[in-house]
């Protein structure tokens, strides 16, 4: 989309980008989500950011650089993003990871990795038109009770 314009996350931004993602999962957001968006915002070494149309966020992208992880070099992890469900399938999502990778190659990072869930198709192939393959890694949990 043209007149999309992609910027570093703001605090400021943190009530839409909750309203995205509640839009997106169907659910309110915890009650934590909106702080650990605005303390993403603060972290300047960290490629955040936020599509916006005429003045209104319409999408996010949130990833952080991890140096210690697991014998692998510095590394940078894409957390979560969204797009508004009204303007998914333009190109906002495509346009935020574009930036995101030149964030990161300038800052010398040279592998970004995520995690999907295995039944998100939909994220799946968005990842897979980006360039993402399976990495070394395997997702494990324990649950605590």
Not at 64 to 75: A, D, N, P, V
Not at 111 to 138: A, E, H, P, Q
């Amino acid at each position: 989309m043209e007149n999309v314009v992609i910027r570093r996350l703001k605090t400021a931004d943190a009530d839409e980008i909750s309203r995205i993602y509640s839009a997106i999962t169907q659910k309110p957001v915890r009650a934590d989500f909106k702080q650990l968006v605005e303390e993403h915002a603060t972290q300047q070494q960290d490629a955040c950011f936020v599509a916006e149309l005429d003045g209104t966020v319409v999408g996010f992208m949130i990833s952080y650089i991890l140096t210690l992880g697991f014998g692998i070099e510095k590394s940078a992890w894409i957390a979560t993003l969204g797009i508004n469900p009204t303007y998914m399938g333009q190109g906002i999502g495509a346009g935020l990871a574009q930036k995101v990778f030149e964030f990161y190659r300038q800052e010398g990072v040279h592998n970004v990795y995520t995690s999907v869930r295995w039944d998100s198709t939909d994220l799946l192939s968005f990842f897979k038109t980006l360039g993402f393959d399976r990495s070394n890694f395997i997702n494990l949990r324990k649950v605590l009770e």
